[in-house]
T-cell receptor, first 114, second 111 residues
Framework: AQSVTQPDIHITVSEGASLELRCNYS??????LFWYVQSPGQGLQLLLK??????LVQGIKGFEAEFKRSQSSFNLRKPSVHWSDAAEYFC????????????FGTGTKLQVIP | KAGVTQTPRYLIKTRGQQVTLSCSPI?????VSWYQQTPGQGLQFLFE???????NKGNFPGRFSGRQFSNSRSEMNVSTLELGDSALYLC??????????FGSGTRLTVV
């Protein structure tokens, strides 16, 4: 079945430490890939996207993600986390022929400790 | 440029009632999608409208419906509300670039 998996429900990191959030997808073809961030009670903000080309993509707020076709993964990284990065992060996929029907992972809640 | 505007932000309804939520997309965006977010089920796709036509529909009962107007504004309606319909309802708009921009959502509480 087609799915998006974020294996980590909660992650706690210290401010200034590096961060990697995992995302795996299960689709027959390479979908469009996204990472969104959501602060409590708010909507979703796009961090970055991958459609094709260079497999390392840069996003806003210092985030980057790497697409690895062989692993069906699209992990999100940040070299140094700030307290303001505490939020919930969602990986999402869109099939190329699927109009705008986006499938989201279950999310990873990030806690940042001083 | 203005973002996606959803109204109202908060809503409290009683079981059995119906509710209408509104979404104004970014100017020039013709696709509007709706999502339901709950702690138990996460983010789930409801439906997508493009040029006043429903192009795609998620796996929700017929109590959930929507429409899009000629100015691309969209409404979704939920009839015969159930407690389980309590959720954050998110609207997103997009152009042909396939990138969704989300609104802040409408928090619906059914009591």
């Amino acid at each position: 079945a087609q799915s998006v998996t974020q294996p980590d429900i909660h992650i706690t990191v210290s401010e200034g430490a590096s961060l990697e959030l995992r995302c795996n997808y299960s689709y027959g073809a390479t979908p469009y890939l996204f990472w969104y961030v959501q602060s409590p009670g708010q909507g979703l903000q796009l961090l970055l996207k991958y459609f094709s080309g260079d497999t390392l993509v840069q996003g806003i707020k210092g985030f980057e993600a790497e697409f690895k076709r062989s692993q069906s993964s699209f992990n999100l990284r940040k070299p140094s986390v700030h307290w303001s990065d505490a939020a919930e992060y969602f990986c999402a996929v869109l099939l190329s022929g699927g109009y705008q029907k986006v499938t989201f992972g279950t999310g990873t809640k990030l806690q940042v400790i001083p | 440029k203005a973002g996606v505007t959803q109204t109202p932000r908060y809503l409290i309804k009683t079981r059995g009632q119906q509710v209408t939520l509104s979404c104004s997309p970014i100017s020039g965006h013709r696709s509007v999608s709706w999502y339901q977010q709950t702690p138990g089920q996460g983010l789930q796709f409801l439906f997508e409208y493009f040029s006043e036509t429903q192009r795609n529909k998620g796996n929700f009962p017929g109590r959930f419906s929507g429409r899009q107007f000629s100015n691309s504004r969209s409404e979704m309606n939920v009839s015969t509300l159930e407690l389980g319909d309590s959720a954050l309802y998110l609207c997103a708009s997009s152009t042909s670039d396939r990138v969704n921009t989300f609104g802040s959502g409408t928090r619906l509480t059914v009591v």
